[in-house]
């Protein structure tokens, strides 16, 4: 979900049709290389103890993988399931963002933003954001849409009955495909200085989160440490005034 | 609370706040302060999510060197600029192998 590679180069010559030729091409590599870590979630998701169905459904709603770690993480963890909901949702509003710097490109309206608000995600987003032009980005983002929708769900799927099948999941190390995917994801944004705070301030952040969740961790319930954690992004909001 | 009802919960909770943002006037993100506050909210539940489950096993701390060794191998995957496939399975592997000996 975080490896999306720079889109293709042909979106220089002609904007019009090459762009688009281009953005859906992107949009196909991306949404296969990506749709197919749902296995990782269909496996994880089994290994925390939700039934196939329950992981089905919950990537057919919820689409958005690191909100569905989470929550199969806290369940596995034999967390509160509130606060583990609290926390997935939460970490769904980044795609909230996407859809405020999407929003004037694809200019949808009606009953099509209802469905288009279902794919705004980060692949869906990253695709979009790397076209020139309005209608590539369209195109990106649709091509990429449609193909990560239909492949996360397949292997979601695929993944859960594997998973059920197989016999103890830690033998497999499938524990550990959790917390690598939480690290895979933001490790791009603790070495990329693109953030507004540069790549330091993104890195005390986490820091700072890692040690409260782990402090909180004996004395408050499962799921809730992590909830806590987000604390440390506040000062962001109270400084009185922004550096930039 | 039900699984059920998480899942569900989720699932809203999730699509509501993508709708959401093309729903919402652009002017909001003209503060710099609510545009700082966003970028670093999932860093904080990323980070704190790693710890937790590299960590904890519900409310008790433990150290699972398999599974430790698994993430620093994740890392090491990572640094070496691994396609995100690679780094899980990589990491999954590692963790498997150490449990097998």
């Given at each position: 979900?975080?490896?999306?590679?720079?889109?293709?180069?042909?979106?220089?010559?002609?904007?019009?049709?090459?762009?688009?030729?281009?953005?859906?091409?992107?949009?196909?590599?991306?949404?296969?290389?990506?749709?197919?870590?749902?296995?990782?979630?269909?496996?994880?998701?089994?290994?925390?103890?939700?039934?196939?169905?329950?992981?089905?459904?919950?990537?057919?709603?919820?689409?958005?993988?690191?909100?569905?770690?989470?929550?199969?993480?806290?369940?596995?963890?034999?967390?509160?399931?509130?606060?583990?909901?609290?926390?997935?949702?939460?970490?769904?509003?980044?795609?909230?963002?996407?859809?405020?710097?999407?929003?004037?490109?694809?200019?949808?309206?009606?009953?099509?933003?209802?469905?288009?608000?279902?794919?705004?995600?980060?692949?869906?987003?990253?695709?979009?954001?790397?076209?020139?032009?309005?209608?590539?980005?369209?195109?990106?983002?649709?091509?990429?849409?449609?193909?990560?929708?239909?492949?996360?769900?397949?292997?979601?799927?695929?993944?859960?009955?594997?998973?059920?099948?197989?016999?103890?999941?830690?033998?497999?190390?499938?524990?550990?495909?959790?917390?690598?995917?939480?690290?895979?994801?933001?490790?791009?944004?603790?070495?990329?200085?693109?953030?507004?705070?540069?790549?330091?301030?993104?890195?005390?952040?986490?820091?700072?989160?890692?040690?409260?969740?782990?402090?909180?961790?004996?004395?408050?319930?499962?799921?809730?440490?992590?909830?806590?954690?987000?604390?440390?992004a506040l000062p962001a909001l109270l400084s009185r005034?922004?550096?930039? | 609370?039900?699984?059920?009802?998480?899942?569900?919960?989720?699932?809203?909770?999730?699509?509501?706040?993508?709708?959401?943002?093309?729903?919402?006037?652009?002017?909001?993100?003209?503060?710099?302060?609510?545009?700082?506050?966003?970028?670093?909210?999932?860093?904080?539940?990323?980070?704190?999510?790693?710890?937790?489950?590299?960590?904890?096993?519900?409310?008790?701390?433990?150290?699972?060197?398999?599974?430790?060794?698994?993430?620093?191998?994740?890392?090491?995957?990572?640094?070496?600029?691994?396609?995100?496939?690679?780094?899980?399975?990589?990491?999954?592997?590692?963790?498997?192998?150490?449990?097998?000996?």
């Amino acid at each position: 979900m975080t490896s999306t590679r720079p889109p293709g180069s042909a979106a220089v010559r002609e904007p019009a049709v090459d762009g688009r030729r281009a953005a859906v091409r992107d949009g196909l590599g991306v949404g296969v290389a990506v749709g197919v870590s749902g296995l990782a979630f269909g496996a994880a998701a089994i290994t925390a103890g939700l039934s196939v169905t329950q992981t089905a459904v919950l990537s057919l709603l919820a689409f958005t993988g690191a909100s569905q770690f989470a929550l199969v993480g806290v369940i596995g963890g034999g967390g509160g399931l509130a606060a583990g909901t609290l926390g997935a949702v939460l970490l769904g509003g980044r795609n909230a963002l996407y859809g405020l710097r999407l929003a004037s490109a694809l200019d949808v309206r009606g009953w099509r933003r209802l469905l288009t608000a279902q794919v705004v995600i980060d692949e869906t987003t990253a695709v979009a954001t790397a076209q020139q032009g309005r209608a590539a980005m369209r195109a990106g983002f649709y091509s990429a849409a449609v193909t990560l929708y239909a492949m996360w769900n397949l292997t979601t799927l695929l993944g859960a009955v594997g998973a059920a099948r197989l016999g103890d999941p830690e033998t497999l190390g499938l524990d550990v495909i959790g917390p690598a995917v939480f690290l895979a994801l933001l490790w791009p944004r603790l070495t990329s200085a693109r953030a507004p705070d540069g790549a330091r301030g993104q890195v005390g952040v986490a820091a700072a989160a890692m040690a409260i969740a782990v402090a909180a961790t004996p004395v408050l319930p499962p799921g809730v440490p992590v909830m806590l954690a987000a604390v440390t992004a506040l000062p962001a909001l109270l400084s009185r005034k922004a550096d930039r | 609370m039900n699984v059920w009802i998480a899942v569900v919960a989720t699932g809203l909770g999730c699509y509501a706040l993508k709708l959401g943002g093309l729903v919402i006037p652009q002017r909001v993100l003209e503060d710099a302060r609510v545009r700082r506050f966003t970028d670093l909210v999932p860093v904080a539940l990323l980070s704190a999510l790693i710890a937790v489950q590299a960590l904890a096993d519900g409310r008790t701390l433990e150290f699972d060197g398999a599974r430790l060794a698994g993430l620093g191998a994740a890392v090491a995957a990572l640094l070496l600029r691994a396609p995100f496939l690679v780094v899980l399975v990589v990491a999954a592997g590692v963790a498997a192998g150490l449990r097998l000996l």
